[in-house]
């Protein structure tokens, strides 16, 4: 069972800048793909960008192309960790951020491509 938490949202201007992480644990203990998605009220989920596991494969949606990065780290002790650093925030960002993990090889744009969830994590941005 793998278990994936998120963190960092919150609150911020636009043109500021958040930074979530989201880790995933429990077994099996290596994972091919994480990603992003978001969620905004009454909209359906939608991808935001993908990390795979030697961090060479990165993906993102044209909407937060040149203002979002992902990157991974797995160093031993922080293994299956995604970081999703958000700069020059648009009103249009806010919503909730979900973290999925994809287990072995395949696609990952799209929600049924990925295993697990999070719980995700409320990002608001305000003028």
């Known amino acids: 069972q793998v278990h994936v938490v998120e963190s960092g949202g919150g609150l911020a201007q636009v043109g500021g800048s958040l930074r979530l992480s989201c880790t995933a644990s429990?077994?099996?203990?290596?994972?091919?793909?994480m990603g992003w998605f978001r969620q905004a009220p009454g909209k359906e989920r939608e991808f935001v960008a993908f990390?795979?596991?030697?961090?060479?494969?990165?993906?993102?949606?044209d909407s937060v192309k040149a203002r979002f990065t992902i990157s991974r780290d797995n160093a031993k002790n922080r293994k299956n960790t995604v970081y999703l650093q958000m700069n020059n925030l648009k009103l249009e960002d806010s919503a909730v951020y979900f973290c999925?993990?994809?287990?072995?090889?395949?696609?990952?744009?799209?929600?049924?491509?990925?295993?697990?969830w999070g719980q995700g994590t409320q990002v608001t941005v305000s003028s």
């Open positions: 999925a993990v994809r287990i072995t090889y395949g696609l990952g744009l799209t929600v049924r491509d990925y295993d697990h």
């Open positions: 429990g077994r099996p203990t290596d994972t091919y793909r």
């Open positions: 990390v795979d596991r030697n961090g060479d494969n990165i993906h993102y949606a």
